[in-house]
């Protein structure tokens, strides 16, 4: 009886010890009892024994749950172990072990298969103390049932929850890191025996977690066949299994290295938050995936930088123009490409790899998990990357001289390139914009102005494209007619029935510059970041714009005038018409000054205070930053702040500064048809118009919420510039319907 017990303990019923299921499976044909996880064990006495006394019964009873836990624990290692049909035979009947290896390859995972490997390093601790017990009674005289309580004891308060574990896993399906996450849960237990069990389970899924993290963070290869891991592909049905770093490199030289490269770090790879254990912080994760794709890039440069680097290196380069490079191109892309290897050695060495994997290697072989070391490693190693990358954007492709470019060019610090270019196509943009040709015309100036004030070392002009995005796109029907109206004015037409609140962005508002970026600046320069700059310089041109065109009117009309006057002192004679219009226009010299000491304030403030300020602190970040993150982080700082301080992000700010402007251009156009068409109904309501809103503008920007905040820290100083003699802060009470007293056109004769 003794020995029919001890086989019933390791799984094994006979006579002695049947299993409730299989009795149910004979009488009513149930279903597969191998994917069934009874609450209660179903291992019992078989009922027609005689010769058991009830104290005896009781006493084996208890422990037969014993043998029914090992036999489902040992169930579940076979099954995701995934051993061959005649290892599986051992465990299972031959149709059952047939429908078990069908069952595992179709849901595989690596992170059971691990779990698996645990529990049957559990198990043989059990089966050791069977034996034990056995011997035990073999050397008994006088063998006794408690000698098996004894020696079993000790697995009462173990083998019950590790089943607890499995049935749930089964039932619910848990893999990958939602089961080292239920692992790290059932550690926190009061019983010893029980945590240093779960804590074993937990180390061998750990142990796929590492494998997993050397061949993200050591090669930048994804490892993960069942979708376990919680660093995915952005396209889940292209979930990447690579084998070797070679594959990859081929595959990006091959498959349009640039945009396979840029895919893979801007939108390639996310961090797939049902697989990321709760015990690893989100920080963290967005460190590894960092890590990884930095590895990445650094370790798969693209096709293009490679051959440039490896001509580079020879001392082969050849200034010659383009046609002559598209000529000898060709040859120069086969010989150098047998130093282009060198290449991501350089960029990566195998030493810093070393490295790297020494850490996670460390992690690994540590036989509990420890969340501060954990983290500590993965900052590390997040570091290393970060800095082997900064040392490829800033040293090797010249980060500053691009964004010193991007200064120039974006944020208008080439203010003769664009003074010229505007006064060059000052009369184009009278006209409204021709769908077809508009980006070829203004193509010329554009050129010109180049011509004129870019030296031929600039080398980052090559890279700045002009373009109008807005033409027949971006124009209403309505906006359209405006433009017309405009070309109206010009010509002597009237402009009477056009209120100020009718004109709209014109077509040459949409003006834009695009910047060409080469690998491995793309990483830095992202399109969102560009965007950034784009919003930023059609803002600056236009304030530009409408500054150059109110400085042209006094311009214009004060030659007319000193040539009206040379005319009336060579004529020796009184020209009363002349005197007319000299004196006639002073009141609207007064609101011309009004709106020119405004724009021109706020384009200081704009170039000196907010991006001069914001440059020398970037570059200050550029200079002691060895860290690409960092610089990233700095970059996105100085984007926001100047669209922030610029007023571009507050809705109300710059709806009052778009109407500024617009009331401007238009008080110059009308002015320079005062003596064709003296509109002065429509020059009072401008001027009235642009004193309510130069009013608002003033009380919004004043109030606490702006001028006492953190986020434009130089708004006092322009405030202090506009309201210097108080002039502002006695008018802005227009916007309580107290307006400025409007200028009387009509009072001089």
């Not at 995972?109 to 089966?127: K, T």
């Not at 070829?440 to 554009?446: E, H």
């Not at 210097?724 to 319907?737: D, I, P, Q």
């Amino acid at each position: 009886m003794l020995h029919e017990l001890l086989l019933a303990l390791v799984g094994y019923t006979g006579d002695l010890v049947i299993d409730e299921r299989d009795e149910r499976e004979t009488l009513f044909d149930s279903s597969d009892p191998i994917s069934d996880f009874p609450v209660e064990p179903t291992f019992k006495l078989a009922p027609d024994l005689s010769f058991i006394q009830p104290s005896e019964r009781d006493v084996i009873e208890r422990l037969l749950p014993l043998g029914f836990y090992y036999r489902e624990l040992d169930h579940f290692a076979a099954k995701h172990r995934h051993l061959s049909s005649f290892q599986l035979a051992k465990h299972y009947s031959h149709a059952q072990a047939t429908e078990v290896q069908k069952e595992s390859s179709g849901k595989a995972s690596v992170y059971r298969r691990a779990i698996a490997n645990g529990i049957i390093e559990i198990l043989s601790v059990y089966r050791s103390a069977v034996l034990q017990v056995e011997q035990n009674l073999l050397s008994d005289p006088l063998p006794i049932l408690a000698t098996v309580t004894h020696g079993l004891n000790k697995f009462d308060v173990v083998l019950p929850p590790i089943y607890e574990l499995i049935a749930e896993i089964e039932r619910e399906d848990i893999r990958g890191g939602q089961l080292l996450n239920l692992l790290h849960k059932r550690c926190h237990c009061g019983i010893p025996e029980l945590q240093s069990c779960f804590q074993r389970l937990l180390w061998h899924g750990h142990q796929v977690l590492y494998n997993q993290l050397a061949s993200w963070m050591v090669y930048g290869i994804l490892q993960d066949p069942h979708g376990e891991f919680f660093i995915r592909r952005q396209d889940d049905r292209d979930i990447e299994n690579e084998s070797s770093v070679s594959d990859t490199t081929e595959k990006l030289m091959y498959k349009s290295s640039e945009n396979a490269a840029l895919t893979d770090w801007n939108i390639g790879f996310h961090i797939f938050l049902e697989m990321l254990p709760e015990y690893i912080h989100m920080q963290i994760a967005e460190a590894i995936l960092f890590a990884g794709k930095a590895v990445r890039v650094l370790r798969n440069p693209t096709y293009s930088f490679r051959v440039h680097e490896s001509i580079f290196q020879q001392h082969i380069l050849r200034g010659a123009q383009r046609t002559q490079g598209s000529i000898g191109g060709f040859a120069l892309l086969k010989d150098p490409l047998k130093g282009t290897n060198k290449i991501a050695d350089e960029l990566f060495p195998q030493s810093e790899a070393d490295k790297i994997e020494e850490m996670l290697l460390g992690l690994k072989q540590s036989s509990e998990f420890h969340k501060r070391s954990f983290e500590s490693a993965v900052n590390s190693i997040c570091t290393v990357a970060a800095n082997h990358l900064w040392q490829l954007v800033v040293i090797r492709a010249d980060l500053n001289g691009h964004l010193k470019a991007l200064k120039d060019y974006f944020l208008l610090a080439k203010g003769d390139f664009f003074q010229c270019f505007l006064e060059g196509s000052r009369q184009l943009m009278r006209l409204p914009p021709r769908l077809s040709t508009a980006e070829a015309d203004l193509m010329v100036p554009f050129q010109l102005a180049a011509l004129k004030t870019i030296s031929e070392e600039d080398k980052y002009f090559c890279r700045v494209l002009l373009r109008i995005p807005s033409i027949g796109i971006g124009m209403t029907s309505s906006e359209m007619n405006l433009q017309k109206m405009k070309v109206d004015v010009n010509r002597g037409a009237s402009l009477q029935g056009v209120t100020s609140s009718e004109f709209s962005v014109d077509g040459w508002d949409g003006i834009a510059l695009d910047y060409s970026v080469d690998w491995p600046l793309q990483l830095f320069f992202t399109p969102e970041v560009l965007s950034k700059y784009l919003k930023v310089f059609q803002y600056l041109i236009r304030l530009k714009r409408t500054q150059m065109e109110l400085e042209k009117s006094w311009a214009g009309a004060m030659h007319q005038d000193h040539a009206d006057f040379a005319n009336h002192r060579r004529e020796k004679k009184n020209c009363l018409p002349s005197q007319h219009r000299r004196i006639r226009p002073r009141p609207m010299w007064q609101v011309r000054e009004h709106m020119t000491f405004l724009i021109r304030n706020l384009q200081f403030y704009i170039q000196v205070d907010v991006i001069e300020s914001q440059w020398n602190l970037l570059q200050a970040h550029v200079q002691t930053s060895n860290d690409f993150t960092e610089l990233v982080s700095f970059h996105q700082g100085y984007l926001s702040a100047l669209i922030s301080q610029s007023f571009l992000d507050i809705g109300s700010v710059s709806r009052i500064l778009d109407s500024i402007m617009k009331l401007c251009l238009q008080f110059c156009w009308n002015i320079e048809q005062y003596e064709i068409n003296p509109n002065l109904s429509e020059l009072e309501q401008i001027t009235e118009e642009f004193n309510k809103k130069s009013n608002s503008l003033y009380t919004i920007l004043r109030s606490s919420r702006l001028a006492g905040s953190q986020r434009a820290p130089f708004l006092r100083q322009f405030l202090m510039r506009l309201n210097y003699n108080s002039f502002f802060e006695a008018t802005a009470r227009g916007v309580l319907n107290v307006v400025r007293p409007r200028p009387n056109f009509t009072s001089i004769a």
